[in-house]
């Protein structure tokens, strides 16, 4: 079977193609997933970033969870706090600058944001509201009690897409 491309020569991308490959790499019902992307690396997306958000949700089910990073800042946030001429992180609004579909995920009514502005991973699903959980009491944005820390302790998946 031939690859399907777009107007522009990109390779086209459907749901089910995400769903397809992520079974095909072992993520099934119940996992949880944490994931970088590049979206257009991925080729054309047909229906964009919620395309990628429901094939994942699609694939973990009602009692897994995919999460994203959604840093409102680029670079070091030591940097940021330092250059910015207003630090400030609302965890409602301050967008996600880490993509399109981090964007997209972060700002559904179901997504859970962590309160740690230096490192502000949101999830939707089964374990979101334990990841975000105490957050910002955590010394550091990577320790043992940080959602970082609890993906290792649930045994997510870590992917880079596109």
């Known amino acids: 079977m031939s690859q399907p491309y777009s107007p522009e020569g990109k390779t086209l991308v459907q749901k089910a193609a995400i769903v397809r490959g992520l079974r095909d790499l072992g993520v099934s019902d119940g996992d949880a997933v944490f994931f970088h992307n590049s979206m257009s ?59 399109r579909i981090t964007e ?26 334990y990841l975000a959980e105490d957050s910002v009491k955590c010394f550091t944005p990577c320790g043992r009690d940080t959602a970082w820390g609890k993906l290792g302790e649930i045994g997510a998946h870590y992917m880079f897409l596109g």
């Open 104 to 129: 997209e995920l972060r700002k559904r009514p179901d997504a859970i944001r962590c309160l740690d502005s230096s490192n502000a991973m949101c999830a939707i699903g089964h374990q979101a509201a």
């Open 41 to 99: 690396s991925m080729g054309y997306v047909e229906g964009a970033a919620d395309t990628v958000i429901d094939g994942f949700l699609e694939v973990v089910g009602p009692k897994g969870t995919v999460a994203v990073s959604t840093c409102h800042f680029n670079g070091w946030h030591w940097n940021y706090v330092r250059t910015a001429p207003t630090p400030a992180f609302d965890v409602r609004y301050s967008p996600s600058r880490m993509g």
